[in-house]
Every structure is written in C-alpha cells, then in structure tokens.
C-alpha cells in the first residue's frame, strides 16, 4: 500500500515553493490562503483516494467584500497536462485574469511485507 508522506507545490514560473498541508481528510492536500484582488483563494489537490492517478487540482473562492463562496466555476476542476516546453506536467489554474502554472512534487512511501524464517540450516 503507497501512501502520502508530502507534497510541495511549485509555482513553474517563480520557483516558489509550499509544502500542501493535510486535513483529517487524508484525500486532499492544501494549499494555505492567497489573496486575488477582493478574492481570497484556496487551491487544493483531490486525490480522490486514487494515488496512481494525478490528483486533480480544485479551488475554494471566497468574495472578501460579502463573505461567500463563489460557486463552481470553470476554475474549480484543473487537471494535470503536459506542457512540452517544460517537459513536465503542469496545472494551468485561471480565475479571471490571474494563471498560475503549477507542479508538484510528491513524496510517498511503500508498505511491503518480508518474510523471514530463522533455524538450523
């Protein structure tokens, strides 16, 4: 069984980088709280509990000014694609006129069983 140890999302083009933190719920890793203009965003991966598969990179908007959450919009979902010029796979995430380019790198673990049998030779 492979599970999660971290995952550090990098902005392709500044380099800068964020350990994602882990809420109870082991599914999704987030991102902390940015502010956009009178938005505050916070980007999360969804696993989906599927760790062979990219996780898909969704998004909470908040409107600062009245509170609430913006329902889903074309930015909620963003999935991983490859960008040749890069040779990586990226998430291309837009809300209005910001694009963030984005990576991840992900460290996991195997659990693997060994079966040993000591005696007399």
């Given amino acids: 069984m492979s599970y999660i140890i971290s995952v550090t999302m990098v902005d392709a083009e500044t380099n800068e980088k964020e350990v994602l933190y882990e809420r109870n719920n082991k599914r999704c890793r987030f991102k902390k709280w940015f502010r956009y203009k009178n938005y505050a965003i916070q ?10 598969v990219p996780p898909v990179l969704d998004a ?33 995430f837009k809300f ?10 992900t460290t996991a673990a195997t659990d693997q069983s060994i079966s040993v049998t000591v005696g007399k030779p």
Avoid: A
């Fill in 43 to 52: 980007l999360r991966l969804d696993y989906n509990g599927k760790l062979n």
């Fill in 60 to 92: 909470d908007i908040k409107d600062t000014t009245t509170d609430e959450l913006i329902k889903k919009g074309p930015w909620h979902h963003t999935e991983k694609k490859h960008d040749p010029k890069l040779n990586m796979d990226i998430y291309d």
């Fill in 96 to 105: 209005e006129s910001l694009i963030l380019r984005l990576y991840t790198i």
